[in-house]
């Protein structure tokens, strides 16, 4: 039965298939007597600890809107809210009927998270974040019985540092390691793309994260979202910012909630107070160490035709210090056009795949003199002192 869980360590899904294999016998065998079905809202599938539906980056898109008929497990299957002429005969979800359809829509496609699944050894370094990430947050999510009171998990983190140090993929790793549904925006979007809406498309947000909890809401750029007011603040990210207050504290408070806010910034300095006192675990993400960026280019290689020796894997490790680890991957895409660049144009539309030369040491060495390091040491230190002075790191 654990080879039908999607998430492995997730034995409540897999306890949850059992019971409902043994309902679904049940109505088989009693099938005039009347079906019993989960409640057909969002608090009768919490409950039900995710039996019926397919959740998280590994599920397929689910509409927040229970069917009153069974799926083939036996739970409750969804379909898009207000979509199609019967949508009256359909419950709705009492907490979306005040949320506008278009905005739940925009959130299940282009919020929610359908990409491929992270795993932590996806991410190089960081090894004192990944292990804080897996105890405080990804645990708790996990055995929600096990971590109550003191043991609860945050509803905030922040993650801060340079750009480009796998921040975003922490973010995703924590959904996807903790069978949660991942939402990801970045709050600049929050503010210019929603202007005049942004307001309540982070109310819809929370409203349909509830809705498919355990859930991870990524903002990117939250110190645009939680910046310190000044007196140029416009009043519409003034409202913004206080909606978006007033959902963390909501879901901090209900403690049935699972919801986990990760923020993530390269200008930690400018949230403010408030803000920071919420997002409770702070993260340093540094950039990556020599044996983190040996792990990017070898396990980028590992995948290309390639003939690097191991000492000059080393020599390649030597040369990027104060290398992001989005800088690295630059650095491997370029060196990997060396070949292609050494062919005659006229190759290019007759050569076969396999004529075309492995990545050398060479194409690397031409990629350093075109990718250069994209964080400069100033900014290093300011991460650091503001670590120092507002980071949970050792
Ligand atoms: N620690 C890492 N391990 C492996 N790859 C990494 C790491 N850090 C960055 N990368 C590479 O860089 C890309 C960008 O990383 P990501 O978006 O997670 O960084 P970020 O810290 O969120 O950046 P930003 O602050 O600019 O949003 C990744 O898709 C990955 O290819």
């Known amino acids: 039965v654990l080879l039908l869980t999607p998430f492995p360590g997730r034995p409540f899904y897999a306890i949850n298939v059992i019971f409902v294999g043994m309902v679904k016998y049940a109505q088989k065998k009693y099938h005039n007597q009347p079906q019993r079905t989960p409640v057909s809202s969002y608090g009768g599938i919490k409950k039900s600890l ?3 539906r ?5 599920g397929k898109f689910v509409p927040p809107v229970p069917r009153q008929d069974g799926n083939e497990n036996g739970g409750p299957q969804y379909k898009p809210y ?3 002429p019967t949508e009256s005969s359909f419950p709705v979800d ?4 005040n949320i506008e359809p278009k905005m739940i829509e925009l959130i299940m496609h282009e919020i929610m998270d359908h990409g491929p699944p992270v795993n932590w050894d996806d991410i190089a370094g960081v090894d004192f974040a990944k292990a804080t990430i897996k105890e405080i947050v990804v645990w708790p999510m996990l055995r929600p019985d096990i971590f109550t009171g003191l043991r609860g998990p945050p509803k905030g983190i922040l993650l801060f540092g340079p750009p480009g140090t796998g921040k975003t993929l922490i973010g995703k790793c924590i959904a996807c390691q903790s069978g949660a549904t991942f939402f990801s925006i970045s709050a600049s979007s929050l503010t210019s793309k929603w202007v005049g809406e ?9 409203t349909v994260a509830r809705c498919q909890q355990p859930a991870v809401i990524f903002i990117d750029e939250i110190d645009s979202l939680l910046s310190q007011r000044g007196d140029g603040e416009h009043e519409s990210s003034r409202r913004i910012k206080t909606e978006f207050l007033v959902q963390l504290d909501g879901a901090t408070t209900s403690s049935e909630d699972r919801i986990l806010v990760v923020g993530a910034t390269n200008r930690p300095q400018e949230i403010d107070e408030a803000a ?7 993260l340093y993400i540094p950039l990556p160490e020599a044996s983190a960026r040996k792990q990017i280019v070898t396990c980028l290689m590992s995948k290309e035709h390639c003939c690097l020796r191991e000492e000059e894997v080393e020599l390649i490790v030597k040369k990027s210090d104060g290398f992001s680890g989005a800088d690295m991957t630059q650095l491997c895409r370029e060196a990997s056009l060396g070949p292609i660049r050494s062919l005659q144009s006229m190759d290019i539309a007759t050569i076969t795949p396999e004529q075309v030369r492995p990545i050398s040491f060479l194409d690397f060495d031409n990629a350093f003199k075109t990718v250069r390091p994209s964080v400069s040491s100033k900014d290093l230190e300011l991460y650091e002192n503001w670590n120092q002075t507002f980071g949970c790191g050792r």
């Open 50 to 52: 995710g039996a019926g």
């Open 54 to 58: 397919s959740r998280g980056p590994f």
């Open 82 to 84: 207000g979509t199609g």
């Open 94 to 97: 009492e907490r979306l009927k």
């Open 198 to 206: 942004g307001e309540k498309m982070v109310r819809a947000l929370f």
């Open 276 to 282: 920071r006192r919420r997002l409770v675990k702070r």
